[in-house]
Every structure is written in structure tokens, then in C-alpha cells.
């Protein structure tokens, strides 16, 4: 695992954004891995100013979100579908039906995560998985105890997700309880992970993953046993290193 300590979220953001422009510029219909969250913004600017500046484009990659809530119809502006629109791909050139993710108000929801799986698969895998963790370990959403090798299903928020994912929603109580998101065994078939935390309320979380046991406790420390792990941190998210 690499562990790289910048010195802003502009810093950690330029450094992403130039592994993923080697990647489009090496292949231009690279498969992306996307994450919904304050940590991957800095990283979506970046690249939408490199696209509105110097032409970087998208338009022959497809990407895959990593998770979704359960029961929010994709049109909710707080849906991931609806979010990573908004803050990503509505303002680069990748085709909008070529970025995926799972269907939070699919009838059977286990068939989802297997059609997801084989989406995933079908598309050659993804090339970079983005990343960030919350505050309690998780990655996706597979939280504390989500098994190692888990495939993309069902899951149960812990109390300590929903209150830290209130902010985005009028009241906690409107926070969905179930989600779907991809496993950590199908996270861990990305082929390069690059995982961003920034600030002193992910320190503790960053310590677990980057030097506590490989423990399904900590969902985050799956990225010991990858072969291509990037941690990018600022000061405050290293402080417990
Ligand atoms: C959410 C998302 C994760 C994200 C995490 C941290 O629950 N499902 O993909 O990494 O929370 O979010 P943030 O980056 O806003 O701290």
C-alpha cells in the first residue's frame, strides 16, 4: 500500500487527476470506478477543469458508481445516481448512460447485485476504483464486519453513517436505511484503488485501515491485501500515523 501525505485536498486532487488522465490518454475507453462523497470533489474539479481548459476528455469511458440507497427513486437529487450527475458528469464529455450504478429501487435486489457484478465484469473490470472511508472504517458501503470477499448486495447503515450522511438530507430520519453497494471483494478486482481522506475526523479511521489488522471490523484495511493501493491523506487525516 502507498501512502501519499499532501499538503491540501488541491494537492491530493492533482495528483488523481493525473493518474487518471495517463490512464484516458493510454486508453481512451478506460473503465473508471467513481465514489459519491465530500472527499472525491477536489478530484472532480480538477478533472472538470482539466476537460474544460485543456480538453481532457471522456467520451469514450464508461464508469461505475460503487453504491446507491435503497428505496430513493434515481430523480432524488440525493440519490448517488443523481449526485455524481451533478457534481461530476454533467459537466465533463463522458455519455451519461455509460456511467452506472446500481438500481436502489431494483424489484429484487439481490438479482441487482449479481447483474451488477456482471456489468462490472462484462465491461473488462475497472481500470480506478476512487475512494474515500467513513469515519467508522467503511468503504462503498460496506460497513464494520462486511466480509472480505463480499459481492455487491444489500446493507444495513450503522446509526454513526446515517448521522455523519444527515447533512445532505433535511432530517436524519430521511436518511435511507438500506443501501447497495459494491462488495469488497468486487472493490478489490479494481485494478489500481486510490482511496482520499482529508481531516482530522478521518484520522482515526485512516490509522485502522493503513495500520491495524486486516479485519472485516475495519472494511477499509481490505487494501493491505491489494497488489495496486493508493492512500492519499492530508496532515490531519495522517495524524495518527
Ligand atoms: C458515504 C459513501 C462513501 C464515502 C463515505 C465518506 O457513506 N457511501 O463512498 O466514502 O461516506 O464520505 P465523505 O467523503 O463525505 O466523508
Do not use: W
Not at 470477499?149 to 446515517?162: A, G, P, Y
Amino acid at each position: 500500500m502507498e501512502i501519499i501525505i499532501a499538503a491540501s485536498p488541491k494537492a491530493i486532487a492533482s495528483i488523481v487527476a493525473d493518474a487518471i488522465e495517463d490512464l484516458l490518454t493510454e486508453h481512451a475507453g478506460t473503465v473508471l470506478g467513481l465514489a459519491t462523497g465530500s472527499s472525491p470533489l477536489s478530484v472532480y474539479q480538477e478533472l472538470i477543469r482539466r476537460h474544460r481548459d485543456n480538453g481532457l476528455s471522456f467520451a469514450k469511458s464508461r464508469a461505475f458508481l460503487l453504491d446507491e440507497y435503497l428505496g430513493l427513486p434515481r430523480a432524488h437529487p440525493q440519490s448517488y445516481h443523481s449526485v455524481i450527475r451533478s457534481e461530476f458528469v454533467d459537466h465533463i464529455d463522458i455519455d451519461p448512460t455509460h456511467v452506472y450504478s446500481p438500481d436502489g429501487e431494483a424489484a429484487d435486489p439481490v438479482v441487482e447485485g449479481q447483474r451488477y457484478d456482471a456489468a462490472i465484469a462484462a465491461a473488462g473490470g475497472i481500470e480506478l476504483q476512487l475512494l474515500g472511508i467513513g469515519t467508522d472504517g467503511h468503504i462503498g458501503f460496506n460497513e464494520p464486519t462486511s466480509s472480505l470477499r463480499s459481492r455487491t448486495r444489500v446493507k444495513t447503515l450503522t446509526e454513526q453513517t446515517r448521522s455523519d450522511n444527515a447533512r445532505f438530507f433535511d432530517h436524519v430520519d430521511q436518511v435511507p436505511r438500506h443501501v447497495m453497494t459494491q462488495g469488497l471483494g468486487t472493490i478489490s478486482e479494481a485494478r489500481h484503488l486510490v482511496l482520499v481522506a482529508t481531516g482530522e475526523a478521518k484520522a482515526e479511521a485512516v490509522a485502522a485501515m493503513v495500520e491495524g489488522p486486516v479485519a472485516a471490523i475495519c472494511p477499509g484495511s481490505v487494501l493491505q491485501l491489494h497488489q495496486h493501493a493508493t492512500v492519499l491523506v492530508d496532515e490531519d487525516a495522517a495524524s495518527r500515523l
